[in-house]
Every structure is written in C-alpha cells, then in structure tokens.
C-alpha cells in the first residue's frame, strides 16, 4: 500500500540542440526532479505544475503528450517506513531563471550526460533516461 503519492515533472528547455533537464537539490541531499505531495482534489498534472511553480517559480509549462512513468521507493520517517510513488510527466519551459523556495539548497539546468550523473537514485536516472528517449521519438 503506497502511503505518500506526489507528482512531478522531467523539465526541460531547448537552449542549444540538446535539451537541458531541470535537477533539484533537496535538503536531505539527493538530486531529483521537481515534484511534490499531491494534495486532496488535485489532479496529478495540476500537483505537478503546482510543485514546479513553488519550487521554481516557473510557470510557463508545456506537458508532453504520451509521457508518465511512476518511480516507487521506502524511505524512514522517524520510525515509520514510509511506501511512496512517484509520477512524472515530462514538461517543456522557456523559462531559465530559477528561484528555488526553502525545500531545496541548489538547481541546475544539464545536459543528460551531466544531469544522469548528477541524479541520485537509478530509479530516477532511468526515468531520465526513457524521458529522453520519447523526446528523440517525436
Ligand atoms: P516531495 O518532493 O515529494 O514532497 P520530500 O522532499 O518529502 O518529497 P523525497 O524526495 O521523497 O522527500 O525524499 C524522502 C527520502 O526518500 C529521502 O531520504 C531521500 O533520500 C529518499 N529518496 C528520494 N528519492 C528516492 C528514490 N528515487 N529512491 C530511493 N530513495 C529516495
């Protein structure tokens, strides 16, 4: 049974030919995607933009049709374990200026050579990966 659900999103924006991928620092540490509780009567799309604009400040974006993967992890809060999932859309912005609120200690914009290592966790790193991969497909 899955105790925490949130959602979030793969952004990315076109500067050059290769697009750069949005990566978080959150406090605990880790390098991951923008994303966030989904809260009662929200749809997952909605809770996913909500997280990106109040954790980036970024407001235009653009999901992709066809992309949504689901990562699933346990972490330890205090003593419970907690069973949580993941879903994440892939999404396009124009927007490069970052302003990251209180949850998190850093960003970056990189490349997918940069940005899979940078990631923490290989369940993340293969959602990147398959992200890119549909972008090639279009
Ligand atoms: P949210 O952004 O959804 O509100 P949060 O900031 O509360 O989440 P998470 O990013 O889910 O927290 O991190 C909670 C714990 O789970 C941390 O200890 C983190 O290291 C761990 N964690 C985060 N992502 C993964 C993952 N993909 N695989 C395994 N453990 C992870």
């Known amino acids: 049974m899955v105790d925490e659900r949130s959602a979030g999103a793969v952004l990315f924006i076109h500067a050059g030919q290769e697009p750069e991928y949005l ?7 880790h390098w991951d995607f923008p ?14 933009a909500r997280e990106i604009q109040e954790e980036t400040g970024i407001t235009d974006v653009e999901f ?8 699933t992890y346990r972490y ?17 912005t124009n927007t490069r200026h970052v302003t990251i609120s209180h949850e998190h200690i850093g960003y ?3 490349k997918y050579d940069d940005a899979t290592r940078l990631l923490t966790y290989r369940n993340a790193k293969d959602l990147l990966a398959a992200a890119r991969d549909h972008l090639r497909s279009r």
């Open 23 to 29: 990566l978080l620092n959150y406090t605990a540490g």
């Open 35 to 48: 994303k966030g509780n989904i809260e009662l009567g929200e749809t997952e799309h909605e809770a996913a």
């Open 64 to 71: 992709l049709a066809g992309f949504e993967q689901s990562i």
């Open 76 to 92: 330890r809060k205090a003593r419970r374990l907690v069973e949580k999932e993941v879903v994440l859309f892939l999404a396009k």
């Open 108 to 110: 970056a914009w990189k």
